[in-house]
């Protein structure tokens, strides 16, 4: 089979294009690119190419010149970009990310410019086997050691925004560097010679002369094996994915846009490899910018899971904390605004009035009427201490001045009905184990200083019913859930 | 903590003893079986220390008085062996090989002795990381870079068949090389330094000296990364397994000691890991020998159950070979005897005579009853043409002679019933879709030369009932499922 064969076949297998789309390719100059564009264009595909003249050496612009040269002889259009690369390292950033990511942006450029929503590259499998073996020193988890894909969307990719709904697409990934050289010797092109290749300051340089040498000594297919390990891992990854998907729904929870929790026991009785590939899908969802998420953080998560006790906190990464609740856990960022869609929760601490009769409306659809019953004779017996969860009748009598909702105030008590003592709002929430974050936002109903309802949990007993009273003032809570009477 | 408290708890964490429970303690004199020893017996536990002299310097006598000495400081007993490893190697087995393989043969030879079922050994964090660096050198899939477990069992261990029943425990699996030799240091205990240790024509002490320092130019943390990848892949093989055991039954069937089937559609419908998972385990049923099964080995067979042809062959590995049936593909040696379950098969190729009323016994609980029915009148019209695939009924009178049971022979041919022409025996099995291996224990009910049933397929028209038919001779095939009427 011809190496343009096998390409095609890739092509196909692998549906990275359809017949005839129109493609930007990246051509450096250099003998992978060189074979990638001439594969493409030998197979039909219309291509616009795109080269970014890094700047990094005089002579650079040489080299695009070429590269336009070469695109000309094919009757193709050749777009030329430059940037000073080493403009754009620092800040953490290495010069062949900087470059990496300048070269992406470039391509992702003239593709947006003519219209075109998929942008090849000529990565071989020697490629692949160095970024499997890269990521594999860095410590990747599995879904990093799967390398390359042949197509990626590139919908995600941090610093490239433009990229929305483009993909990139590797046909040549199964050619060794050796076969696309071999193959523009017997197509009579000349590749220029990429210096900074050999310029092992670059970690990957270092990889590809120096450490694979090394480590054929130790096993001369090496390379196969980092390629096979990518292509295991790959299946590993997706497999992950799925079984991720499928738990999702029982057992992570959005609690507003900033938070998320997680059901501890049903997280607990996945196999230790979905829990660990839910946690990164979980830091991923709220830190999507976050490249490496380290092992021992996810470790770290899974410990605290399964042992921390409620209240406990623990950073995370990226400013992301974890937190027990009471059967969950919860990731946010200290301070975010987290939505309880269970429990109700006000929608700002802003103080408002209850009109009577009325309806405010709190968060996540929950919602408080207000009422006023006048008691028939017979029914006042009934009355007396009359709470529920959902509501709470007081004597309307005892209640002078309006009714206001508001949240919790430090120093808040309040003498549960049927109690002798008052006790702290505070200690109440303790007591019923309500979330420490949902606490700062409950609804408390107060009139003057007297707190007449912590809202579904308890009400106060000094404007209780009593037997003698004639007109009950009703507060009524009624969740998303609940239907309407 | 203490280095003590930290192998405490290790061990109950990951429940490798039971408290007072004795065991075997592989001690070379090195600071990590040292630290090991003195461990153990701190936390209690009653310790036998077995030691093998490897002879493979002059010297190494004196290393194991110097460890009977150590022992008897403890108060606990050792036992010495002696073994020429170096005539142990040889066959494709490094010296390393050997010697590893005469120590645990040693160790469990020990452990039967003294009816003592667990055997602990001082490997390390250290330790963890080179394997898991030699196996990612090597190749090995998700299992073989998982590493060395906190605990394994020995049972399915080669070249031990007394290890059934043992465990081999590793209690210092988390601590460092650096901790057990600082625990010696503290401790005043004087470990023997193993001079083979640093000879680096030994793979693993190459690993050690040179590979990972050169490794740690690109990752200081490299042994944490190996350690790490080597739990992750635990997780991995652990999900994998308990996939595997879930999909098994409703994909693998055993047909005979040496042969499995897959079936295809399924299998199909698994993930890509599931599937390379279920191969594995597939070859490792059927070769449990074999130590590495090579991801290309895994490769072909799962393109070959994608698109292999039916009645295709390839060979697989350690003389398996994979063939595709119908529904089916068909691991085995070839030449194996191969069960059907599903499908009605002689127990042997010799020729039985079937008595008139009798039955006989086929394999996996299949039977074929032999009797005689006098028709009356009314009923004669009824049996002509009479046939199902567990009942064909003849006219007796057109019998002559004995009914025999036997294999298809070549140049077997048929008249189907209802039919005008003969047909090859061989012939009606492909147009049935008989898998291959199934065809040559193939019941056929002959008299003389003339083919009466290809037991369940076709009965031959010459002997067929007719409206004059006075006696019908019944056969019928009943499989292991069928109720007993």
Redesign the interface.
Known sequence: MTITQQVANFIYKEHLLEPHQTVVAGVSGGPDSLCLLDCLHALGYPVVVGHLDHQLRPGSGDEAKYVEKIADSYGVKAIIGQENVRALCGGGKSLEEAARLARYRFLVHVAKTHRISVIATGHTADDQAETVLMH????A??SGLRGMLPATKMDTWRGIPDAIGMTLVRPLLNLTRDETQAYCNARGLSPVVDHSNLDTTF?RN??RHE?LP??ET??P??R??LI??G??MA??A??LE?LVAKAWDTIVNEVGDEALTIEIAPFLSQ????Q?ALVRTVIDRMRPTLRDVG??TV?RALDFIEEGARGKRLPLTGGLEIMRLQDEVLISFPGAAIAFPHLPQLTSSKERTLEIPGKLQLAQGWSLFVDEKRLPQSDRDDFVYSETAMKASFDAMSIHGPLILRPPRQGDRIRPLGMQGRMKVADLFINEQIPQPARANWPVVACDDLILWVVGLRMCHEARLKPESEVALVLHLRSSQEEVP
Chains 1, 2 share one sequence.
């Open positions: 594999f020193l860095r410590g988890g599995p970690l270092r990889l450490l090394e480590l130790y096993n297919g090496i196969n094996v096979r390990m292509q295991v299946g590993e997706s497999l799925g196999s230790i490899s979905v660990r092992f021992e470790e």
